[in-house]
């Protein structure tokens, strides 16, 4: 069945360094993968997604890979700030003409001044 | 534009009521996909509606409902609640598939 596998579950930084989440889908037909930020109370935010046609994609302090092949992407956060604390999920879509997202189970970064 | 709304916000229920959740998307956003956020689940995927018609159902059973007005407007349902039925219940809209999903606050729901 469709499934995202996404690592590590918690994530401890110190303030200024890099961290480096990382997921795995199941369904080769996924094209569009977006990863949210969820902080506290709050809904999940968009913070940046890539499509299938490119392998990297990146945003200020905030890049991620795909690799089609082993059907895996990644988050990277480059200098981490304390307001990056947050839960981070990535998601792949259903194949097929619909909107479904598959998510991770998340990733609790904090980031420690 | 405005973003997307979800009322009402919070909700306590006893078991075995039934409980109609409403979320209203982004002006021009015919796609509206409605997901369960648990501590235990994650964020897992209920429905989708485009153009007043489902077009993908999750795998959570019957007892959970949905619709979607000529608005774009949608409502979810669920009934006979059960205990672990408390959740958040988000709702996404968007332009179409593969394209950005933007979430309402939520409604948390709480069964007694």
């Known amino acids: 069945g469709e499934n995202v596998e996404q690592h590590p579950s918690t994530l401890s930084v110190q303030e200024g360094d890099s961290a480096v989440i990382k997921c795995t889908y199941s369904d080769s037909a996924s094209n569009y993968f977006p990863w949210y930020k969820q902080e506290l109370g709050k809904r999940p935010q968009l913070i940046i997604d890539?499509?299938?046609?490119?392998g990297e994609k990146k945003d200020q302090r905030i890049a991620v890979t795909l690799n089609k092949t082993a059907k895996h992407f990644s988050l990277h956060i480059t200098e981490t700030q304390p307001e990056d604390s947050a839960v981070y999920f990535c998601?792949?879509?259903?194949?097929?003409?619909?909107?479904?997202?598959?998510f991770g189970q998340g990733t609790t970064l904090q980031v420690k001044p | 534009k405005a973003g997307v709304t979800q009322t009402p916000r919070y909700l306590i229920k006893t078991r075995g009521q039934q409980v109609t959740l409403s979320c209203s998307p982004i002006s021009g956003h015919r796609s509206v996909s409605w997901y369960q956020q648990t501590p235990g689940q994650g964020l897992q995927f209920l429905f989708e509606?485009?153009?007043?018609?489902?077009?993908n159902k999750g795998n959570f059973p019957g007892r959970f409902s949905g619709r979607q007005f000529s608005n774009s407007r949608s409502e979810m349902n669920v009934s006979t609640l059960e205990l672990g039925d408390s959740a958040l219940y988000l709702c996404a809209s968007s332009s179409g598939a593969r394209e950005t999903q933007y979430f309402g606050p939520g409604t948390r729901l709480l069964v007694l």
């Open positions: 890539i499509r299938s046609n490119v």
């Open positions: 509606y485009f153009s007043e018609t489902q077009r």
């Open positions: 998601a792949a879509n259903s194949s097929g003409n619909t909107g479904k997202l598959i």
